[in-house]
């Protein structure tokens, strides 16, 4: 059983199948979560910072996403700074969901590390 302060973070919407899906494995466990619709709140730029610093941009940017193409972005070539200002304006280029507990990372949903992160 995880200790009763352990809370994850999740950044997603509800749409997405994956964001669900970590949400219901926490849950299962009777892990606290935090879930931030990136609907309604889009993730800080010191949120998006953290998680690009361990994987890069390009690791959390979703270039299949369905917005990516609206926007003409299929061509576009842009440093670190300003793929993170246009992810703070444009939620539904991330990758989903964001996953931290504590100082440790995740982007989609990975079962094997999650249980890892539990002990």
Not at 13 to 19: F, I, M, P, Y
């Amino acid at each position: 059983m995880p200790p009763a302060d352990l809370q994850v973070q999740i950044f997603g919407t509800k749409k997405s199948a994956d964001t669900r899906k970590a949400l219901r494995f926490f849950a299962e466990r009777r892990v606290k979560t935090h879930f931030v619709d990136l609907a309604e709140r889009a993730a800080s730029l010191g949120e998006l910072k953290r998680f690009t610093q361990k994987f890069g941009v390009d690791a959390i940017l979703d270039r299949e996403s369905k917005r990516f193409a609206e926007l003409g972005l299929r061509t576009a070539i842009y440093g670190e700074e300003k793929w993170l200002s246009i992810l703070v304006d444009e939620p539904y280029l991330l990758k989903q969901p964001l996953v931290r507990l504590q100082n440790k990372l995740c982007v989609g949903v990975d079962e094997k590390l999650f249980k890892e992160w539990l002990g």
